[in-house]
């Protein structure tokens, strides 16, 4: 598919502190981050609270494909490829740049079979239809943390459609800025209100999931149990994520219902 955008020309810098790696798009705001000792451990919390989207359906065979739009310091591509053996992912980003520098100095694998790379925009890959995907994570700014078209309600009934139909939908927001309410409206007017938001991390970020398909009916026990055996298999500890998760929206009976 042709790419109907131009690479944006900011400068992708990288620097180092108290042993974590990160990249930046030529400014202090922070694209990502991979602590040098642990290259396949989430650093950041908000993408760790990401991941969440694995507590939200059954662990067997789910999810077997995974699209991220915008690559970064690539750690939630390599967290999945690490360990989820089973999944495919493919991730869209829009500069060429990116990617080299993950490679080059974020670890990033070079595995096509398993993890292909496509340089292009994320808005123009979703809408251009093709194969669905069992989860989708979306976490683009450009280096005024702007989203451009990835905060549309076209790009987000875009990604609807891409979703198998246990799918889900997961989006870094920024819930300080004074768009954030109108972010969530999108998102509630795409995929009909079957969304759940949760709190701001305290570096700003807000994750939301969202799905068009199969419901999400979890009780808080069973998200538990599956985060318990997710922090014995890969140390990601989602334990605290489920209790702000119940801080922030009404459970009734203790079930989570999208």
């Known amino acids: 598919m042709r790419n109907t955008r131009k690479p944006p020309r900011h400068p992708v810098d990288i620097s180092e502190e108290a042993g974590v790696r990160y990249l930046h798009f030529g ?8 602590r040098i000792a ?20 059954p662990a067997a065979e789910w999810p077997r494909s995974t699209l991220l739009i915008g690559l970064g310091a690539g750690s939630l591509a390599k967290f999945i490829y690490r360990y989820l053996p089973e ?7 829009i500069n060429p740049q990116v990617e080299f520098i993950a490679r080059q100095f974020f670890k990033l694998p070079n ?6 790379v496509v340089i292009g925009c994320g808005a123009d890959y979703v809408l251009g239809g093709g194969r669905g995907f069992d989860l989708i994570l979306v976490d683009g700014f450009d280096p005024e943390a702007r ?22 939908f997961g989006v870094n927001l920024l819930g300080r800025d004074r768009n954030f ?20 991390c ?3 970020n807000t994750i939301a999931f ?4 199969k419901q999400v009916d979890v009780t808080l026990d069973a998200m538990r149990v599956r985060a318990t055996a997710l922090k014995q298999a890969t140390r990601l500890d989602l334990l605290p994520t489920i209790s702000r998760l119940q801080l922030a929206n009404p459970l009734p009976d203790g079930r989570l219902r999208i």
Do not use: H, K
């Not at 999944?87 to 980003?93: G, I, S």
């Not at 009934?157 to 889900?168: E, I, P």
């Not at 969202?210 to 398909?213: D, K, L, S, V, Y």
């Open 87 to 93: 999944c495919r992912t493919t991730v869209v980003e």
């Open 210 to 213: 969202a799905t068009g398909g």
């Open 27 to 34: 400014s202090d705001w922070v694209q990502g981050a991979m």
């Open 38 to 57: 642990r290259p396949w451990s989430l650093e950041l919390a908000y993408t760790r609270e990401m991941m969440a989207g694995l507590l939200l359906r």
């Open 147 to 168: 989203t451009g078209p990835l905060d549309t309600i076209p790009f987000y009934q875009g990604c609807r459609a891409r979703l198998s139909d246990d799918g889900l």
């Open 181 to 200: 309410p109108a972010s969530v409206d999108r998102l509630n007017q795409a995929f009909d209100g079957r969304v759940a938001v949760l709190p701001s």
């Open 111 to 116: 595995d096509p079979q398993r993890l292909d």
């Open 202 to 204: 305290d570096s700003g």
